[in-house]
């Protein structure tokens, strides 16, 4: 009996680490960060006969301890503002489940594994990697509580994922990945803003800013709609023929033009509706868009 209670114990105690693992390194969030480093790198290959498997894997693995490493460091730099918003309050560091000093060593190690295993893909890579942790841990997130404009420079190691599997692939940053990190760029603030919209009243309790104008009005839907005018233009770009070699055939831009006007309808419809409801069907709209988008730009590389 003894033997089975004890084995009971040791099955949850390592199913609680494992959902608090997942939790401080936002496993959702990082899983589809990974993704879009995924497709950069499948366009930066030549063809699909040449894929690197094992590149390919210390990407994705690599790539997740970056982004777990930036959360966990987050969550450490936010537990006092996390523990007065509901959505957060029941992480583990806020939540007590985690010490400081435990979260640390997870980012630490993290940090130090991810680097290595980019390093060894190539520097470039490892650097990108390593600016995007700085960016979102040292700049991004004590700016939250500062001004609206944190979401200007959150969008920066937000863009980076996409490009830096087209670096991983090649070893090179171009026109290339320059546009990818463009088409990213411009997708963060429509995704950021409505994400600020429906949740303003849980993060006004921490007083985190995340809307443009600091107030969920005309003017945060106008700039919603206008930004992601500017994400549609970038992400045509590539059919226009002076991005190197990353190119779209004339379908796969209508494809993206079409996508592009879908998530502009809900855009609008945020501007007319103003309501939180509103702004969370664009965020799940914005998830769809940039998934979407990527997949049509890898199929129409592999299969025109």
């Not at 537990?79 to 957060?88: G, I, V, W, Y």
């Not at 060593?105 to 700085?134: E, R, W």
Request: hydrophobic residues 55%.
């Amino acid at each position: 009996m003894k033997t089975a209670l004890n084995a009971t114990h040791n099955t949850s105690s390592i199913k609680a680490i494992f959902t608090d693992f997942k939790e401080i390194t936002k496993a959702g969030l990082a899983v589809s960060v990974v993704f879009s480093s995924i497709a950069g790198f499948m366009l930066g290959v030549t063809d699909f006969k040449s894929l690197d498997w094992t590149t390919l894997i210390m990407l994705a693995v690599g790539g997740y301890c970056m982004v777990g490493a930036s959360n966990a460091f987050n969550q450490i730099i936010e537990k006092d503002l996390d523990s007065l918003m509901d959505r957060t309050k029941n992480r583990p560091v806020p939540s007590g489940r985690m010490s400081i000093a435990q979260a640390f060593i997870v980012a630490a190690v993290l940090t130090v594994f991810g680097l290595v295993i980019l390093y060894n893909i190539n520097p470039k890579t490892a650097m990108f990697g390593a600016i995007s942790i700085f960016l979102y841990t040292s700049v991004y997130t004590p700016l939250k509580t500062v001004t609206p404009l944190s979401v200007f420079v959150g969008a920066f190691p937000g863009a980076i994922p996409f490009m830096l599997g087209w670096v991983a692939a090649t070893g090179e940053f171009g026109i290339e990945a320059g546009t990818l990190f463009l088409i990213q760029f411009f997708w963060q603030f429509p995704h950021f803003w409505s994400i600020g919209w429906f949740l303003y009243d849980d993060y006004e309790k921490a007083g985190i800013f995340m809307l443009p104008s600091g107030k969920k009005n005309t003017t945060t839907a106008l700039q919603t709609i206008l930004y992601t005018v500017w994400m549609i233009v970038a992400s045509l770009l590539p059919a226009l023929g002076y991005t190197g070699q990353l190119f779209i055939s004339p379908i796969a831009a209508v494809l993206v033009f079409l996508l592009g006007l879908w998530m502009l309808f809900f855009a609008v419809k945020l501007y007319k509706l103003r309501t939180a409801k509103a702004a969370k069907t664009l965020m799940l709209v914005s998830v769809s868009y940039i998934t979407l988008l990527q997949l049509i730009y890898i199929f129409d590389k592999f299969i025109r």
